[in-house]
């Protein structure tokens, strides 16, 4: 009977955990294209669309993969950057074909410029952010990073921005870190995270406060497919970073000239403990590992036997305690597989709540599923070390620790509760009051602890257009298609949002 137990106990375990195996094979930058889409169309082939689940989010993936790929499923020349890559490289072997390219590319004038949208339009939202940081003792410095438009630097509060990176082989921005004893250095982690619409390059490195940008000595080629998911900088010494990504975690003693492997494997998220750099947290999918040598090396620590078989784990500390260790964790199905919390530096762990379903669309959680491969985010308040605020789809917020939630945004403003758009990638708090989210919309803020919510995308130029439409009488007249938001006109001179349902490819 025992072994019985234990068998049907096994298979329980592998069958929840090849659940949705595309979603991590989507993350491995070794796997064939042709494989992942196979186990794609196994788990959905019995199952009818539901919204929230990933299937949306996938066909966007493998729209754009799909016609990119090598005939073996090789996904190296799928990559955002690999034809600009190689076009450098042949230019440095080659130095007739770099003089003739440089006599060429002086004797053409392109004459581009943006045409937006710029900020919201009209009824609409601007696109997807993946991070954002606030200039060190400057709360109207705001330092906003894209999935595929770059980053963006607010002077006044998010009204207005500009961008420096349009010439980056990658443009997205999966993190920023501030150098707080000198703020004209910061470093860039590039790429986009979350859904791989970019790949990284590695980290780029500023000294004029994100004007002008050069390499530092992590660099990837987009063919690579590798992702960063976390980028630390040391308060006390500067000179040291440290990455989690996709191909391990790195670390830097030198200001990013030269980086060491410090752990195998893939990484999702890392903190510093508040007030003690020599203890760092990483989090992999389904475990959780700790660092008490400042990142020299790391040792894996058991949270909990569900919390293995993870799609995505999220982490958040607070300097209100500094023994407090939160993650964040998403089920095999995508959904909420609950909140833990340490209280004594991640040693052990208690979970907190695990319902109701806040990674899903519903106002009072009791759907099922989510998107927790995609969208998965949680911070700590800076000044209560029992107030959390975590995001999916919408945003929930505990003031217990994570064993009570209260719904705190809603996509379209259900349950009464104020509207901030679908799927948070990012949750940051500056205060015990002033909280910040990045979604598939833009940026939204509250100064007063939730009770509202104001958008603040500026003129950001980030719109994600799959595809447009111009007008044959009236040239100035464009409509195109966004990623998560909707279908937008341009009359010449503004845009609206003239319909509103997902993804729109202009079909």
Not at 325 to 345: A, L
Not at 456 to 463: K, L, Q
Request: charged residues 15%; neutral net charge.
């Amino acid at each position: 009977m025992k072994k019985f137990i234990f068998l049907f106990t096994l298979t329980l375990f592998f069958n929840s955990s090849y659940a949705q195996k595309w979603t991590e094979m989507m993350r491995d930058p070794n796997a064939n294209y042709f494989d992942i889409v196979k186990e794609f169309e196994n788990y959905w082939k019995d199952k009818s669309y539901e919204r929230g689940k990933g299937y949306k989010a996938f066909r966007r993936w493998q729209w754009f993969v799909g016609p990119r790929v090598y005939p073996t499923g090789d996904m190296k020349f799928s990559s955002r950057g690999y034809a600009f890559e190689q076009y450098q490289k042949d230019l440095n072997e080659n130095a007739e074909l770099k003089l003739n390219s440089s006599a060429a590319i002086s004797a053409t004038t392109a004459n581009w410029a943006p045409l937006g949208p710029f900020g919201s339009p009209t009824n609409g939202d601007a696109g997807r952010v993946q991070c954002i940081q606030l200039k060190p003792g400057d709360p109207n410095t705001i330092y906003v990073g894209t999935a595929a438009g770059g980053l963006w630097i607010s002077n006044d509060g998010g009204v207005t921005y500009i961008t420096p990176t349009d010439q980056f082989v990658s443009c997205g921005i999966s993190d920023v870190a501030v150098n707080p004893l000198n703020t004209n250095i910061m470093y860039v982690a590039t790429g986009d995270k979350d859904a791989g619409d970019t790949h990284s390059t590695g980290v780029m490195r500023s000294g004029d406060g994100g004007l002008t940008w050069g390499p530092t000595g992590l660099q990837w080629q987009t063919s690579q497919l590798r992702r960063i998911y976390r980028l630390l900088i040391n308060p006390l010494n500067p000179n040291t970073l440290i990455v989690a990504s996709n191909a391990g975690a790195f670390r830097s003693l030198d200001a990013g000239n030269t980086w060491s492997l410090v752990a195998t494997g893939g990484y999702v998220d890392a903190e510093y403990r508040p007030g003690d750099t020599t203890t760092v947290y990483l989090a992999t999918n389904g475990g959780f590992a700790r660092s008490t040598n400042g990142g020299a090396s790391f040792s894996s620590i058991t949270i909990s036997a569900s919390s293995l078989s993870s799609t995505r784990l999220s982490l958040a500390v607070t300097p209100a305690n500094n023994n407090y260790v939160y993650i964040m964790v998403g089920s095999t199905s995508n959904g909420f597989g609950g909140v833990y919390r340490s209280t004594n530096t991640g040693s052990s762990w208690t979970l907190m709540s695990s319902t109701p379903n806040v990674m899903g669309w519903s106002v009072n959680g009791t759907d099922a599923g989510g998107q927790a491969w995609y969208d998965l985010s949680i911070d700590a308040s800076p000044t209560n070390a029992n107030e959390i605020t975590v995001g999916g789809v919408n945003s929930w917020k505990s003031t217990t620790g994570g064993s009570t939630w209260v719904l705190n945004t809603h996509w379209y403003g259900g349950g009464g509760k104020p509207y901030v758009h679908a799927d948070l990638h990012c949750v940051l708090y500056t205060s015990g009051t002033t909280c910040y989210l990045g979604t598939d919309g833009g940026i939204a803020r509250t100064t007063n602890n939730g009770a509202t919510w104001t958008t603040i995308n500026g003129n950001m130029n980030i719109a994600q257009i799959y595809k447009m439409g111009q007008s044959t009488n009236n040239p100035a007249r464009i409509v195109t298609g966004h990623q998560d938001n909707g279908t937008n006109l341009s009359n010449g001179a503004s845009w609206s949002e003239i319909w509103l349902l997902g993804d729109q490819r202009c079909r």
